[in-house]
Nanobody
Framework: QVLLGESGGGLAQAGGSLRLSCAPSGIMFSDSIMAWFRQAPGKEREFVAAISWSGLNTDYADSVKGRFTISKDNAKITVYLQMNNLKPGDTAVYYC?????????????????WGQGTQVTVSS
């Protein structure tokens, strides 16, 4: 069992920044993957970014490349999503997720554990 504690959402203006944090508790494995997904009202949940447990491999959705950065603090066992140059289209509930194994980082089905979600609202 893995529990994911998220924090850091809130309100930002377009062009601003926010940082989300996710601290997993429970047993993690060397092939664990940590990811962020988001879901806007009336839309399906979509992949944002992911990082391997080693921190060596990352992947991003095209819509956030160059603006968002996913990172992992091994000492604190926390995953961060630094979001810069925010746009109103980034408004959504952001979910932290944890999964294992090989395959595409963006495949929602590989993630077994989900956080409760944190709201990010970007005003124009």
């Amino acid at each position: 069992q893995v529990l994911l504690g998220e924090s850091g959402g809130g309100l930002a203006q377009a062009g601003g920044s926010l940082r989300l944090s996710c601290a997993p508790s429970g047993i993690m494995f060397s092939d664990s993957i940590m990811a962020w997904f988001r879901q806007a009202p009336g839309k399906e949940r979509e992949f944002v970014a992911a990082i391997s447990w080693s921190g060596l491999n990352t992947d991003y959705a095209d819509s956030v490349k160059g603006r968002f950065t996913i990172s992992k603090d091994n000492a604190k066992i926390t995953v961060y999503l630094q979001m810069n140059n925010l746009k109103p289209g980034d408004t959504a509930v952001y979910y932290c997720a944890a999964g294992r194994g090989r395959g595409s980082y963006s495949y929602v089905g590989r993630y077994n554990y989900w956080g409760q979600g944190t709201q990010v609202t970007v005003s124009s």
